[in-house]
């Protein structure tokens, strides 16, 4: 903090007001004038930022602020003899100012570090064998980093072999990962395994990494309905207190037969309890806190209005593959002709779809010469991919086909079967089984016990469906959906008044994530599920979700606990005020006292320790349920 105060311009000015005040103090003892003079200077010091941000909002918002009822409660004390109390009021406001401001930039410290921390440079492998290191900025998709051992990666790309990834910079996960050869690493971790070549394929700006900073940072400029209600009354609160006060103090002078001077006074005192300073900070420091904390644990938000809207939502509905499963497809069955098997791993290979993935691994040592690849490969949304004449999806695009080798009947019931079909013909099949998340189970059991209702949506066939859904724990699930069926069923419970998330991770989610009141998208899916999504979890760990969601709650417990207590405290000092029990000093101490105490109570939302407590309160809700 001190050093926070020494670098800070505010912060500097407030340390010299405070030299100041205390000079001021010492000089009672001796001289008057000198004691004046020093008051006069810590109050110049600690009301500088005020008196500049108070003019400079009020012109430009052509409404005024909570900065200038405290400048107009100083300069009214300095007008009545009181310069002592005018500084001691100037020095807490700007010391909860300054506070306020240390809050915020505490909040993005994390993502600041991690910044510094990802390699501006990077060992670059030239076509002629040399390594020559080159800024990070000029890597192109498609070159080779050489990574060493205990080195952080510099940039998104795939490993050339096995190794051990430490990936806490980007998940809050300290437990290093293996990532198998082909396996997509991040920039910021860590390499704990031995030496391995990248192919990068991101620029600098694109990565994982970068894009959680940027994330963070639009995050802070989207304020929460209760931010942006509050910023709303805070100007007509303000002209309110500024027509008040003067009738305030015409009251006391004409009817209570008090001085001038002692009205004035008094009025002074109004000004400084009425002032809504500690409102005003009630959500703000504390969203960007929960921003923050969301962000060090893998779960990023954009905006408080999201991180707000979590704690209310009534149902959640999941995609299947890469969210409740692992999305590691391995292919346990096949029938197609060699000529049908090399034109869908050609298909395939255009897709970045985990299905798509894991036929083009099976068969990765097929030779692909001879194929014709001047058509264009097309995606159609929701059902698969085809070429020509030559379709590839899931079964219930290939109703209307002949099947003459019965390969509709032969894929494995509670697996995931592609079909391939050629003018109008089923010509092949493949069976892929995919395997079900732990932590997707506790999550899902988490959240059903917070009274959240948990539905599955998925492309895949009904034995698929019901099989991943018995393993998870979910009851209500619906198969073989579009696009626009997940669609549907999100709006159908917004009409039934409910609070709807969806969750996923594909090309076809995207409208529903779109659709819904909160989209949620794991952070290794399509960049357009991510972009149509309000909350993106870096890692697909539906158990991040459930600790965002507990700490949505935090956040709102925060919040108003602090509007309750700001209002409380403006309502007992105004009423202390009226009846004459309350001096400037005391005025100044409780009501900037209030408002340092909510920032600090919204910066607990930065403590790591919540995650601990939500992680065993997580365990303990799972180890009940087994």
């Known amino acids: 903090m001190m050093n926070y105060l020494i670098k800070n311009r505010a912060g500097q000015f407030l340390l010299l007001g405070m030299i100041f005040i205390v000079t001021g103090f010492i000089l009672m003892l001796f001289t008057d004038i000198g004691s004046t003079l020093s008051f006069y200077a810590a109050i110049f010091f600690l009301g500088f930022f005020a008196a500049k941000n108070a003019m400079v909002e009020t012109i430009r918002s052509k409404s005024p602020n909570v900065d200038l009822l405290m ?20 020095f807490i406001f700007a010391g909860s100012e300054v506070l306020e401001d240390y809050a915020s930039s505490k909040s ?37 980093v050489v990574v060493s051992r205990g080195s952080q990666i510099p940039i998104d790309g795939y490993a050339d072999r096995d190794t051990f990834v430490n990936e806490s910079a980007l998940t809050g996960e300290s437990v290093p990962v293996t990532k198998v050869k082909g396996k997509e690493v991040f920039a910021g971790t860590i390499n704990e395994g031995n030496s391995f070549y990248l192919k990068v394929n991101k620029s600098s700006d694109d990565t994982v990494f970068s894009n959680i900073i940027r994330m963070v940072e639009e995050a802070q400029n989207r304020p929460s309905k209760i931010s942006k209600f509050i910023d709303r009354i805070e100007s007509r609160y303000v002209i309110g207190v500024l027509v008040g006060v003067p009738i305030f103090i015409f009251i006391l002078y004409t009817f209570n037969d008090l001085s001038f001077r002692e009205s004035f ?18 959500a703000t420091p504390a969203t960007l806190s929960a921003i923050s904390n969301g962000a060090r644990n893998g779960v990023l938000f954009k905006g408080g209005a999201a991180m707000e809207a979590l704690s209310t939502m009534d149902i959640l509905y999941s995609d299947k593959t890469g969210t409740l499963t692992h999305g590691d ?49 097309e995606e159609i949304p929701g059902s698969g991919m085809k ?9 219930s695009a290939f109703n209307d086909y002949d099947d003459p080798m019965d390969y509709m009947a032969k894929g494995i ?11 109008n013909q089923v010509v092949g099949y493949f069976s892929l089984a995919d395997r079900v998340r732990k932590e997707a189970v506790h999550a899902v059991r988490n959240f059903q016990s917070e009274g959240i209702q948990v539905s599955l949506l998925t492309g895949d066939n009904e034995a698929v469906a019901e099989r991943v859904a018995e393993e998870v724990g979910i009851t209500d699930y619906a198969a073989g959906c579009l696009p626009e069926d997940k669609i549907r069923y999100v709006n159908e419970s917004q009409k039934k008044g409910k609070v709807a998330g ?65 209002i409380s405290v403006i309502l007992s000092l105004v009423t202390l005020n009226i009846f004459g029990l309350l001096n400037l000093p005391l005025a100044v101490l409780f009501h900037e006292g209030s408002t340092i105490l ?29």
């Open 108 to 144: 993005t410290r994390a993502i600041s570090e991690l910044m510094s921390q990802v390699p501006s440079t990077a060992q670059l492998l030239k076509e002629n064998g040399d390594v020559v290191e080159v800024p990070t900025v000029e890597l192109t998709a498609g070159d080779t």
């Open 502 to 566: 969806m969750i996923g991770d594909g090309i076809n989610d995207a409208p529903a994530l779109a659709n819904a009141d909160i989209g949620i998208a794991m952070g290794s899916g399509s960049s357009i599920a991510m972009e149509s999504s309000e909350v993106v979890i870096v890692k697909n760990n539906l158990q991040k979700l459930f600790y965002s969601f507990k700490l949505s709650h935090r956040l709102n417990r925060i919040i108003m606990g602090n509007v309750i207590f700001s």
């Open 329 to 377: 497809f391995q292919v346990v069955d096949h029938a197609a002709d060699e000529e049908i098997l090399k034109e869908v791993i050609y298909i395939e290979q255009q897709s970045g779809h985990p299905i798509a993935e894991a036929i083009v691994n099976r068969f990765k040592n097929l030779d692909l010469e001879g194929l014709d690849k001047t058509q264009p490969v």
């Open 598 to 626: 909510v920032i600090l109570n919204g910066l607990r939302l930065l403590r790591q320790g919540s995650e601990e407590e939500t992680a065993a309160e997580s365990m303990t809700l799972a180890e009940a349920g087994d």
């Open 71 to 90: 400048i107009l409660a100083a300069i009214g004390a300095v007008i009545i003899g009181f310069e002592s109390e005018g500084a001691l009021l100037l």
């Open 387 to 395: 070429k020509g004449d030559i379709k590839v999806g899931k079964p």
């Open 413 to 423: 019931s509670g697996n995931t079967n592609i079909i391939v079909g050629k003018n």
């Open 265 to 282: 006074y008094r009025g002074m005192v109004m000004l400084t309890v009425a002032s809504p300073c500690a409102l005003v900070a009630s």
